[in-house]
């Protein structure tokens, strides 16, 4: 995301990208710890204050991802196979999100 994107929002009820990116990162780490503990959690894990920019949070979303991947490799195929209520939703949201900071950075901010 160009720096000069992150705080842009194609109207008023809509996020800026920059909290578009934190919401994403944020929802599929809880996304992948709903299919570790078969189950959504209340809380999801956040990336800290400190994280400003969507670099940081690409960043934050690297060294955290990959922390979850052994956890889903020692799943059984029945913990895999087993329905984990809302998962339908929890893709549809991701790509929708998606589509949307797509969108965002393919549209440059009216100056």
């Known amino acids: ?13 809509t996020m ?8 994403i990162v944020v929802c599929e780490l809880w996304f992948l710890d709903a299919v570790i503990n078969g189950h959504f959690a209340e809380e999801a894990s956040r990336p800290p204050e ?3 920019t969507c670099q940081d949070l690409a960043h934050w979303y690297a060294e955290k991802a990959p922390l979850r991947f052994p956890l889903l490799d020692q799943l059984s195929a029945d913990s895999l196979a087993k329905a984990v209520a809302y998962w339908n939703i929890a893709i549809r949201h991701t790509v929708h999100h998606r589509g949307q900071l797509s969108a965002f950075v393919l549209t ?3 100056t």
């Open 1 to 13: 995301m160009p720096l000069d994107h992150e705080h842009y929002k194609p109207g008023q009820q």
């Open 16 to 23: 800026t990208a920059f909290e578009l990116a934190r919401h």
């Open 50 to 52: 400190s994280e400003t």
């Open 108 to 110: 440059p901010p009216k």
